[in-house]
């Protein structure tokens, strides 16, 4: 039940995240380097 409620919240903050990166049209760097509106 903790792992599920983990994951929920992990979840919700990377839509969030994606949200906004795409409301601004804006971009972060990926593990490599390189920019990117979709982190995983």
């Known amino acids: 039940m903790v792992m599920g409620l983990c994951l929920l919240v992990y979840s919700l903050g990377q839509r969030v995240l994606r949200?906004?990166?795409?409301?601004?049209?804006q971009t972060i760097q990926n593990q490599l380097g390189k920019p990117t509106a979709t982190p995983t």
Request: proline content about 0%; cysteine-free.
């Open 19 to 25: 949200q906004s990166l795409k409301r601004g049209s």
